[in-house]
């Protein structure tokens, strides 16, 4: 009996943290959602490269953030699968750690992107998108694009 009772209280404090896991991803969507529409300056790498407007879609399956700039060559945009992405802390969704996507590696044709890792995340008055990788026996790449909010 005292073994079904304890395995009993481990799949309900197992549930417990999923629902609060689940609650927080939500609350961080949420918070993500009210910024769409809203404008302000972009910065990449800190410098500024001109105006941005957060633009946020929402189903049941994703996220989509990206910043309409038109002094940009293109628009920075991140994706994140829900079932995938994770909550490093209450500000930051980690979003892929996989190089992969469509064209390619982020490192190009021979691939050997290694310590991939794209994050949204939300600070105050500005929304970033940050990516991090090394390619083979080259240097690290940061690519930091964030949306200043007026």
């Not at 609060?20 to 969507?29: G, H």
């Not at 991939?116 to 390619?135: A, G, H, L």
Request: aromatic content about 6%; charged content about 25%.
């Amino acid at each position: 009996m005292k073994s079904i009772t304890l395995a009993i209280l481990i799949a309900l404090s197992a549930f417990g943290s999923n629902v609060s896991a689940n609650s927080d991803l939500d609350s961080f969507v949420s918070d993500l959602k009210s910024l769409d529409g809203k404008s302000g300056k972009v910065v990449m790498n800190g410098e500024e490269r001109g105006n941005c407007t957060v633009l946020v879609e929402k189903d049941s399956d994703a996220v989509r953030v990206e910043f309409d700039t038109p002094e940009l060559y293109a628009n920075p945009v991140s994706v994140a699968l829900l079932d995938s992405a994770e909550l490093l802390d209450n500000d930051t969704l980690l979003v892929s750690t996989n190089s992969n996507r469509p064209g390619g590696d982020a490192c190009g044709d021979f691939g050997g992107a290694s310590n991939y890792k794209e994050t949204i995340s939300i600070d105050n008055n500005s929304v970033s998108i940050n990516i991090s990788f090394r390619c083979f026996l080259f240097k690290k790449n940061k690519i930091n694009y964030t949306c200043e909010l007026n």
